[in-house]
């Protein structure tokens, strides 16, 4: 089994070596081969995702990611700055599918900045669209406003569509996912502002009716946004679109108490897949042995589940950090008082020796 291991920037280097320890300690049976990305990618061959890179990634069965950015490529141009790296890839990999669940541990209940009753137990799952929307529709641009008020003036301009199709495919990934859980799906738009939100939730309205024991409900974005911190665990499965996503699953990431502990998966329609942690490449704490490697692990476990047919593998990682956790092992955004404060490879070690 080959897998692309792409690094990046910042924590990237650091979190993606445990989980590269971590695979190595299930066996022998993982060709994996690493390659730069992001800005790492930049600075050694003058672009985010070099062609070598991409082919690497499509040619590997899965694909295991670090995170990619950093303060230093603020100036360059759109196209060669890091995320370009990530986007590139879901979009030539054709990577529609983005599960970002949100868990919370039940070690980490005071980790988090709302009340334990509001998120003890707490298990919900983001299913986000990241093909299409305002990331990547055209025409987009700078250009001279013809606006009569501000003729003249320089605007910035991006151009937000979903065709039915892409609704549809996403809309079924999460009816299907919803089934395996708590079978409730909320769709999230702005079906009272926006055009392609109405298009969104009609389409929603028509999947669900080949999925009559799930229940659709339907949520504006900003109660959405509201609602996950009033009562996120009425939530089960939400979908929506790349860019209200994207905001989103950062929210209820940190419902959770850390963004540090969560995996995600982004998959093409055979569940070929990306696995990367939900959060950035944190350049502020970049290289002091600090960052939580836990979420990269776990995206490794989602890995062997979701695209290398491995589920008893990813259960021995994911028990291994329930372990590593009810030890008291923590990073330092997951400490709290009374638990023993680790470094990133601390933690590494303690899941690897835990997986025996
Ligand atoms: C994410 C990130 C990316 C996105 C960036 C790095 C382009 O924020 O994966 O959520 O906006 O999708
Ligand atoms: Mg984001």
Known sequence: MKIAVLPGDGIGPEIVAQAVRVLKALGPQFD???????????????????????????KADAILFGAVGDWKYDTLARELRPEQAILGL????????????????????????????????????IVRELNGDIYFGQPRGIRTSELPLFKGAREGFDTMHYSEPEVERIGRVAFEAARKRGKKVCSVD????LETSQLWREVMIRVSKEYPDVELSHMYVDNAAMQLVKAPKAFDVVVTGNLFGDILSDEAAMLTGSIGMLPSASL????????????GSAPDIAGKG??????????????????????????????????????????????????????????GDAVVAALA
């Open 32 to 58: 994996l081969e690493e390659a730069p990305v992001g800005g790492a990618a930049f600075d050694l061959s003058g672009h985010p995702l070099p062609p070598a890179t991409l082919e690497l990634a499509k």
């Open 90 to 125: 879901r979009k030539h990999l054709e990577l529609f599918a983005n599960f970002r669940p949100a868990i919370c541990y039940p070690e980490l209940t005071a980790a988090s900045s709302l009340k334990p009753e509001i998120i003890g137990g707490l298990d919900i799952l």
């Open 190 to 193: 702005k079906a009272n502002v």
């Open 268 to 279: 093409d329609k055979n569940n070929k897949g990306l696995y990367e942690p939900s959060h």
């Open 290 to 347: 600090i960052a939580n490697p836990l979420a990269t692990i776990l995206s490794a476990a989602m890995m062997l589940r979701y695209s290398l047919g491995m589920p008893a593998e990813a259960d021995r990682i994911e028990k291994a950090v329930q372990k590593v956790l009810a030890q008291g092992l923590r990073t330092a955004d997951i400490y709290t008082e009374g638990t023993q404060k680790v470094s990133t490879v601390q933690m």
